[in-house]
T-cell receptor
Framework: GAVVSQHPSWVICKSGTSVKIECRSL??????MFWYRQFPKQSLMLMAT?????????EQGVEKDKFLINHASLTLSTLTVTSAHPEDSSFYIC????????????FGQGTRLTVV | SQQGEEDPQALSIQEGENATMNCSYK?????LQWYRQNSGRGLVHLIL?????REKHSGRLRVTLDTSKKSSSLLITASRAADTASYFC???????????FGAGTRLFVKA
């Protein structure tokens, strides 16, 4: 299967700082990437859909100015949590889709963000 | 947003027993996938079943799909302690490529 690499796997940051999470498709071109957030013992909630070269589409209730998404190339999307607060602490997971191969999405290993 | 419900929310069984988890969804789909997630870790893709398929097998896993009822089930046979994890169904809607997850079932297999 296709490989999606997410970096970092965990990060601790101070309140008020910004954190960038990278999602890379290593062996295929991903026209679309997705960002999810997961709180402990809960399911994955879709935050936004990112298409290469265009603005991300955010789900209802997700602050686009807080969670900046950039999809500058077919192999890289980034999520930046700006001015992080303790309530932003969560598990963030990306996935990448190869549209020519149907809608199966391939997931990164996730990033655990802790804001102190 | 979440697509639907999973049932049960939690399941505790003895090693060797079968585990059945159900998933219901709300809209029409292209395909449905099942994933496993160990505590605090990433997702492991288990199986994909397309909307025109009714049943699929992979090792000890058996997945069924009933599009008329908008439901799917995942059966794990001869469970092992290592199967302890959360299991999620996820669906892709026609015309879009968003993968939407169900609430998940937490499975605990006692050795």
């Amino acid at each position: 299967g296709a490989v999606v690499s997410q970096h970092p796997s965990w990060v601790i940051c101070k309140s008020g700082t910004s954190v960038k999470i990278e999602c890379r498709s290593l062996d295929f071109q991903a026209t679309t990437m997705f960002w999810y957030r997961q709180f402990p013992k809960q399911s994955l909630m879709l935050m936004a859909t990112s298409n290469e070269g265009s603005k991300a589409t955010y789900e209802q209730g997700v602050e686009k100015d807080k969670f900046l998404i950039n999809h500058a190339s077919l192999t890289l999307s980034t999520l930046t949590v700006t001015s992080a607060h303790p309530e932003d602490s969560s598990f963030y997971i990306c996935s990448a889709a190869r549209l020519r191969y149907g809608t199966e999405a391939f997931f990164g290993q996730g990033t655990r963000l802790t804001v102190v | 947003s979440q697509q639907g419900e999973e049932d049960p929310q939690a399941l505790s069984i003895q090693e060797g027993e079968n585990a059945t988890m159900n998933c219901s969804y709300k809209t029409s789909i292209n395909n449905l996938q099942w994933y496993r997630q160990n505590s605090g870790r990433g997702l492991v893709h288990l199986i994909l079943i397309r909307s025109n398929e009714r049943e699929k097998h992979s090792g000890r896993l058996r997945v069924t799909l009933d599009t008329s009822k908008k439901s799917s089930s995942l059966l794990i046979t001869a469970s092992r302690a290592a199967d302890t994890a959360s299991y999620f169904c996820a669906t892709d809607a026609p015309g879009g490529f968003k993968t939407i997850f169900g609430a998940g079932t937490r499975l605990f297999v006692k050795a």
